[in-house]
Nanobody, 123 residues
Framework: HVQLVESGGGSVQAGGSLRLTCAASGRTDSYNVMGWFRQAPGKEREGVAARYTGDDKAYYADSVKGRFTISLNNARNTAILEMGNLKPEDTAMYYC?????????????????RGQGTQVTVS
C-alpha cells in the first residue's frame, strides 16, 4: 500500500502560478508511474500529468501542455506539479496518484493509490 499526501493548493488569479507537491510513503517500490488528476464540480475526473519512474518520460493532457510540468525526485517518492498561466477552467480538486500502467497518460481509474486531494481555485 502507498500513502500519498498532497500540499500546495490554494487560490490564485488567472495567469498566476501554483506548485503542488505529493509525498509518497509505504511501498514506494510498487508503482511505475506517479501522476495528477483533477475533478471539477459536476465534471468527470481528468488525467492531468504523469511521469514514469523507469524511463522518466512525462505525459500531459492537451489542456495543460505547455503550462504544467511534472517532476519526480531521485528517490521517486515525491511528485511536483508546477502549474503556470493558470486559467479559471483549471479550478478543481487535484489528486496525486501512483500506480502501474503502460499507457502514456493513465486514466484516473488506472491508479491503485491516490491522495486526499488539494483544492486549486483560479479566478
Amino acid at each position: 500500500h502507498v500513502q500519498l499526501v498532497e500540499s500546495g493548493g490554494g487560490s490564485v488569479q488567472a495567469g498566476g502560478s501554483l506548485r503542488l507537491t505529493c509525498a509518497a510513503s509505504g511501498r514506494t517500490d510498487s508503482y511505475n508511474v506517479m501522476g495528477w488528476f483533477r475533478q471539477a464540480p459536476g465534471k468527470e475526473r481528468e488525467g492531468v500529468a504523469a511521469r514514469y519512474t523507469g524511463d522518466d518520460k512525462a505525459y500531459y493532457a492537451d489542456s495543460v501542455k505547455g503550462r504544467f510540468t511534472i517532476s519526480l525526485n531521485n528517490a521517486r517518492n515525491t511528485a511536483i506539479l508546477e502549474m503556470g498561466n493558470l486559467k479559471p477552467e483549471d479550478t478543481a480538486m487535484y489528486y496525486c496518484a501512483a500506480g502501474n500502467s503502460d499507457l502514456t497518460l493513465p486514466e484516473p481509474y488506472e491508479y491503485a493509490n491516490r491522495g486526499q486531494g488539494t483544492q486549486v481555485t483560479v479566478s
